[in-house]
């Protein structure tokens, strides 16, 4: 009997062994990740000679600054106007830099300036194929913005900064889904190192790119109108 007592034992010890090996195997698989939170945005399309460039607006995110833009598409107010800035920057992954455009302070487009919306409290970042406010300083942002070629951080704000400006940062308001080969192109035009005064001399463009209409993209499911 003293044999079977033995077996008992060893099966026993076997199924105790076996036990903890899967709790131990359970506990090395990685837990399901989290899903990504999704944000309410609305699309819009900017036709340029030089193709179509579609963004999603963060409407949730920034909604002060995505509604000013959507206003100024709304009413027509970039229909006509252009890219008339390409920034250079030799760093990073080329090209890189950005481009920038919109009413050019011309009084019969340009609206009052916005609320000031800093990535800190949007928790949006000047990373690839964003588009940011032009501005001189906080509360002036209107009818002008810029897009993103390359991750350009240090343009978000930082609340350490001496400097009012940098302490507020830019404000992102969307990102380029599409057409991201335009901006490059955009970019990638001809410079005129005459034009331009200060710091943006030899930046701009020699012929401007026109923005030929800026629209809402047709929602899914909803079919372009004629």
């Known amino acids: 009997m003293t044999w079977m ?35 309410e945005t609305v699309s819009v399309v900017l036709e340029t000679q030089m193709g179509e460039i579609t963004i999603a607006l963060e409407t949730e995110r920034a909604p ?11 009413e027509d107010r970039f229909d006509g106007t252009v890219f008339y800035r ?12 950005l481009i920038q455009g919109g009413t050019q302070w011309d009084p019969k487009r340009v609206l009052d300036g916005i609320k000031h919306e800093p990535t ?7 990373t690839r194929g964003a588009l940011s406010m032009a501005m001189g300083e906080p509360g002036t942002a209107n009818g002008d913005f810029s897009i993103m070629l390359g ?18 940062g830019y404000a992102v308001f969307g990102y380029v889904t599409d057409g991201m080969h335009v901006v490059e ?36 499911g909803e079919e372009q109108a004629d």
């Open 185 to 220: 192109a955009i970019h990638a035009a001809p410079i005129d190192p005459a034009k331009g005064e200060g710091w943006m001399k030899g930046q701009m463009l020699a012929e401007p790119v026109t923005i030929v209409e800026a629209r809402r993209a047709p929602s899914e």
């Open 86 to 97: 390409a920034m250079p920057l030799d760093w990073g992954k080329q090209p890189n830099g």
């Open 151 to 168: 991750d350009q951080t240090g343009l978000d704000a930082n609340p350490t900064s001496d400097d009012p400006v940098w302490r507020n």
């Open 5 to 39: 007592k033995s077996l008992f034992a060893s099966a026993a010890m076997l199924i105790t062994v076996g036990a903890h090996a899967q709790e131990a195997g359970d506990s090395l698989i990685a837990p399901e990740p989290e899903p990504e939170p999704q944000f």
């Open 64 to 74: 002060i600054t995505a509604a000013n833009f959507l206003r100024y598409v709304d």
């Open 120 to 126: 800190t409290v949007t928790g949006l970042s000047h």
